[in-house]
């Protein structure tokens, strides 16, 4: 069993910046990532990080969002910059461990004016 909090989520200005955090803990964790969910959309993918640190981004957010994991404190991080309007949604992080998917609750982050 895994079990991920997220932390970090609040109200950003557009062209601010916001920092989450996933802690893990339980199993040993190999990928981890976010995903985001706008009222009225489908989940998308937003950023992924290997144990290795291999990332990969969305097309939206590159540039703008940097995805990081510290394996020793079992924690991620994405850093997101430049917020737009546009990345107003609910993020979840998730983590694999032995072929099985793992999400964290869910924080909330507006970017608003």
């Known amino acids: 069993q895994v079990q991920l909090v997220e932390s970090g989520g609040g109200l950003a200005q557009p062209g601010g910046s916001l920092r989450l955090s996933c802690a893990a803990s339980?199993?040993?964790?190999?990928?981890m990532g976010w995903h985001r969910q706008a009222p009225g959309k489908e989940r998308e993918l937003v950023a992924t990080?290997?144990?290795?640190?291999?990332?990969n981004y969305a097309d939206s957010v590159k540039g703008r969002f940097t995805i990081s994991r510290d394996n020793a404190k079992n924690t991620m991080y994405l850093q997101m910059n430049s917020l737009k309007p546009g990345d107003t949604a609910v993020y979840y992080c998730?983590?694999?461990?032995?072929?099985?998917?793992?999400w964290g609750q869910g924080t909330q982050v507006t970017v608003s004016s």
């Open positions: 339980g199993n040993i964790i190999s990928d």
């Open positions: 990080i290997s144990r290795s640190g291999i990332t």
């Open positions: 998730y983590a694999k461990s032995f072929f099985r998917t793992y």
